[in-house]
């Protein structure tokens, strides 16, 4: 009796859960705001940050500063 009164809550308990889960997957989900507008806003933020840097070398000139050949000189060497 036991045996069978353990078998029973358990099918009861398995099919409570699965109510449950056909109930909440026929509810329309509201969608959360990361993932509405997560993605938006990190490609709005990679373009912001991208163009900041590209006009702040832009604004430096580094392109002069790249490379020190021709503007380095060894200092000559010191014979004792």
């Known amino acids: ?5 353990r078998s029973t809550r358990s099918l009861v308990s398995v099919r ?3 109510q449950t889960v056909l109930r909440q997957q026929h509810k ?3 969608l959360e705001f990361h993932q509405q507008f997560g993605l938006p806003i990190l490609l709005s933020g990679a373009v912001f940050v991208c163009s ?4 702040l070398l832009c604004q430096l000139e580094l392109h002069n500063y790249l490379s ?6 060894p200092r000559e060497w010191k014979k004792d």
């Open 1 to 5: 009796m036991f045996a069978l009164g």
């Open 16 to 18: 409570s859960i699965q």
């Open 28 to 30: 329309k989900k509201k």
């Open 52 to 55: 900041s840097w590209g006009y």
């Open 68 to 73: 020190p050949i021709g503007r380095v000189r």
